[in-house]
C-alpha cells in the first residue's frame, strides 16, 4: 500500500493493488457515472479492464480512510511519458483530495523516472474532468474524433514536465 495522504486534518488517502472484488465492486459504481454510462460500459465490461493483470499497465485502488473510493489505470510506456489510462473517483468520495494526490503521485513518479510528458485523455463532454486536468497544468493537444463512439470526442491532454539537466 503506498499512502499519498495521512494527515490528521484529513482521511488517509492510499493507492493498493487492484484485487478482483475491489474491480467487481468499482465497475459497478462507474457503470452509474460519466463518462462510462454515457458510454454505456458495462459492470462487467469495466470490472474486467480493472482486474486485468497487464505488463506496463497496472491498476490500482483508490481507498480514502479505508474505504473503496475509486481507481486509477496507468499505461507507463506511451509517448515519452506514461499516459493515465483510467482515473475514476466514485462520487460519495470526491471533492476529498484524492483526485489531485493521484495527479501528485502520477508525476512524481514519471519526475523521477526521466520522463518528458505525462498523458490523460477526457471526452469533450466531460468539462470537469477537462477543467480538472487543465487545473493541474495540463494542456489540450488533440481532438481524437469518434474515438469511442461517432459523434463523440475525446481530448488528449499533455502536460510537458521540465527537465533540469
Known amino acids: 500500500m503506498l499512502i499519498l495522504r495521512d494527515s490528521p486534518g484529513g482521511a488517509q488517502i492510499s493507492l493498493d493493488t487492484m484485487t478482483e472484488e475491489a474491480a467487481q465492486e468499482l465497475g459497478s459504481g462507474f457503470a452509474a457515472i460519466d ?3 454515457h458510454y454505456k460500459f458495462s459492470a462487467a465490461a469495466l470490472a474486467a479492464y480493472l482486474a ?5 499497465a497496472p491498476r490500482y485502488v483508490i481507498r480514502i480512510g479505508g ?17 493515465l489510462q483510467f482515473l475514476g473517483i466514485l462520487p460519495a468520495y ?11 503521485w502520477f508525476e512524481g513518479t514519471a519526475r523521477a523516472h526521466g520522463e518528458r510528458n505525462i498523458w490523460v485523455a477526457a471526452s469533450d463532454f466531460n468539462s470537469a ?3 480538472f486536468y ?8 488533440a ?6 463512439e461517432d ?5 488528449l491532454l499533455r502536460k510537458k514536465l521540465i527537465i533540469k539537466k
Not at 94 to 104: D, F, K, N
Not at 134 to 141: C, K, L, P, S
Not at 143 to 148: K, P
Open 151 to 155: 459523434g463523440e470526442t475525446e481530448i
Open 67 to 83: 474505504a473503496l473510493a475509486g481507481a486509477v489505470g496507468i499505461r507507463s510506456a506511451w509517448l515519452r511519458g506514461p499516459y
Open 129 to 131: 474532468a477537462l477543467k
Open 143 to 148: 481532438r481524437l474524433d469518434g474515438l469511442l
Open 52 to 56: 486485468k493483470a497487464e505488463s506496463g
Open 35 to 37: 463518462p462510462w454510462a
Open 94 to 104: 470526491q471533492g476529498q483530495g484524492a483526485g489531485q494526490l493521484v495527479l501528485a
Open 134 to 141: 487543465e487545473t493541474h497544468g495540463f494542456q489540450r493537444a
